[in-house]
């Protein structure tokens, strides 16, 4: 049974959690080396053996801007598909679904932001922009039936902002979803969310989308992003982001951690009961792997422990 | 200061409740918590450079000046077991007192308690375990064995007057029994709180425990000690630390143990993190609307000295993003 008390599971219904999607961030993104096509596949390829449901692959962004995906037509095409997974990749733009359609992309996604400075910052326009940039993706996507993911930075804080507001958050969510988005995931994107600001935005976002569409995304920057998603779950999300090995650092905080480890998170959520369909041994694997690719630590306190203890 | 949430069957609701009341801290999560700051003890215990004394009191006086109440001092045990703590006196003798501040000590015998109250200790702690295979590895002797050697350090300290803390280690996992029954924690609970103890610390030993046992361990304990006599002392050795305390927190536990900059590695797990850095654990009861009392920059500065001194990368999440945005 676990550790989860029975009245608990009916009401939440945690059989359903069997769709937590760890993601494999495009956090290969934020990696400084220039990672060769062929350890990707690999990657991607080890990932799709632990049973995880989504990862996402690559991203079909201009090569100008993110040098480290220009191998994205390549990565795609290579990656042996499971049957039990799904492939998204990100479009920030119609050029980029288009691009992504051609290599065999099934599933894309669309990234807005809740803070106006950060999206000048980051995408060179305003939200309102962005959206009609998006609406445009995920209309032609809907015709050609393939899924778009929603994701909205600076959920609970901005690098030039400071604190967001929560009704921003909620509007931006809401309008993603109301675009046909399935899903929307909730990125703390420097990692400064706690499980005060988390429940809170969680509380406005929850009155404009239904709990099933939406998904959180934390950064264990400030070391808060476990007890930040376990604050997510007690409020009925059940769908996560993570990052094997905890890739991708933190862009607005040179050296610190960015992406919150897949490994930690399945170690929290298999010992509460909740099922994930996900083989953390596997996922320890591949995140061996990448780390020695890369040459580095992982960010992952459960594979550290595990590779140190006798 | 609100009733005390034993049965978690209604957790999921009851935060949201908490919520909807629009203060962080709401009804189900303590308006304050206590934080016991146990770096320059147990964190410079694990630490494999030894200390200069001068380093360690002006850790601690920099700790009593960053807002903590509770600050372990040192380890009256023999020299020869722990050579880290074998200034033990000329540190209780160096640091500066601040009013309002315990700084205890562990006494695992007679003998330690003696020398401590001799040397001006106020308060001591004892340390038992939840596991026999444990006890008798760690100290040498069965679970029974220990309570029996305790109860004579709880009595004298009662006749002079000493406040007794009371550790549980082992509490949610053994490195050498695996898992660990709840109503065996539960038991040697209560025995330390029979005899005398004010307050039990959990310890997460290994920091292996989730949410999910971190519940059902913290529900077997306050069916014999009240909550309000708990404390939880998390290990982040597998991440696991701040999500393990928020469980605790909305369960009526108001009482934390930790590390400044995560002092202390794992004994159990070579290189492995240990304790959780105060840090992080300040900054998410901040962020939840909870009074610690401490003052998180203050605290960084101490976190900072001590890493210098040792050489080393603080632990603590928040201090490596603070110092490098």
Request: with cysteine.
């Amino acid at each position: 049974m676990g550790n989860v008390p029975t009245s608990v599971k009916h009401c939440l219904s945690y059989e359903q959690l069997i769709q937590d999607y760890p993601w494999l961030g495009s956090r290969l993104q934020e990696e400084k080396e220039m990672v060769p096509t062929r350890v990707k596949i690999q990657l991607i390829n080890m990932l799709s053996e632990t049973g995880l449901p989504v990862i996402e692959a690559t991203s079909f962004v201009s090569l100008k801007w993110v040098p480290q995906m220009a191998d994205h037509t390549e990565v795609l095409q290579a990656i042996h598909r499971s049957s039990h997974a799904r492939y998204p990749v990100l479009t920030p733009n119609m050029h980029g679904f288009q691009d992504a359609v051609a290599a065999g992309a099934t599933e894309v996604a669309v990234f807005g932001s809740a803070s106006e400075t950060f999206s000048q910052k980051n995408i060179y326009c305003s939200i309102d922009a962005s959206m009609l940039r998006f609406e445009e993706v995920i209309c032609t996507a809907k015709q050609q039936q393939i899924p778009v993911r929603g994701y909205v930075s600076c959920a609970l804080g901005c690098p030039y902002e400071g604190p967001i507001e929560p009704t921003k958050v909620a509007e931006v969510v809401k309008r993603l979803y109301e675009l046909g988005c399935y899903e929307v995931s909730l990125g703390d994107t420097i990692g400064v969310g706690t499980p005060g600001s988390m429940a809170k935005m969680l509380h406005y976002v929850m009155e404009e989308v239904p709990s099933s569409a939406l998904a959180v995304h934390c950064h264990d920057t400030y070391g808060q992003a476990l007890a930040n998603i376990l604050t997510a779950l007690q409020m009925g999300i059940c769908a996560v982001d993570s990052s094997v090995a905890g890739l991708g650092g933190c862009p607005y905080a040179q050296g610190s951690s960015g992406n919150v480890s897949t490994e930690d998170v399945l170690y929290m959520l298999h010992g509460m009961g909740i099922k994930t369909g996900v083989d953390l041994s596997k996922v320890i694997e591949a995140g061996d792997f990448i780390c020695k690719a890369l040459n580095r630590k992982t960010n992952s306190k459960v594979a550290q422990a595990r590779s140190k203890s006798s | 200061s609100g009733e005390v949430r034993v049965n978690v069957v209604e957790w999921g609701s009851g935060f949201l409740m908490s919520v909807q009341d629009g203060a962080s801290a709401g009804k189900t999560l303590p308006e304050r918590v206590k934080i016991v700051e146990v770096g320059p003890r147990d964190g410079l215990q694990n630490e494999k450079t030894v200390v200069p004394s001068e380093v360690k009191i002006h850790l601690i006086d920099m700790l009593s000046e960053a807002g903590l109440s509770v600050i372990e001092a040192t380890s009256f045990v023999s020299p020869k077991w722990v050579p880290q703590m074998a200034d033990q006196v000329e540190v209780m003798m160096g640091i500066h007192r601040r009013p309002g501040v315990s700084y205890p000590v562990l006494t695992p015998n007679l003998k330690g308690f003696l020398a401590a109250v001799n040397a001006g200790a106020a308060e001591v702690a004892i340390f038992g375990a939840a596991s026999e295979l444990f006890s008798k590895k760690n100290i040498n002797c069965s679970v029974d064995e220990s309570l029996q050697r305790f109860e004579v350090v709880t009595k004298a300290a009662k006749e002079a007057g000493v406040p007794v803390r009371g550790y549980v280690s082992c509490v949610l996992g053994c490195p050498y029994e695996g898992k660990v029954s709840p109503d065996k924690v539960a038991q040697v609970a209560k025995r330390l709180y029979s005899m005398g103890c004010y307050e039990i610390s959990l310890g997460d030993t290994i920091g292996v425990g989730t949410p999910g046992g971190m519940t059902e361990m913290l529900q077997a304990v306050s069916r014999e000690v009240p909550v309000n006599a708990l404390a939880v002392h998390c290990h982040d050795t597998y991440g696991q630390a701040l999500a393990n305390i928020l469980i605790a927190l909305q369960m009526g536990i108001s009482v934390v143990d930790s590390s400044v900059a995560g002092l202390g590695g794992c004994p159990y797990a070579q290189g492995a993190s240990g304790n959780v850095a105060t840090e992080d654990v300040v900054y998410m009861l901040h962020g939840l609307g909870i009074q610690t009392g401490v003052d998180l920059p203050k605290l960084m500065d101490a976190g900072a000295f001590i890493c210098r001194s040792l050489n080393k990368k603080t632990s603590s999440k928040v201090a490596q993003a603070t110092c490098k945005l």
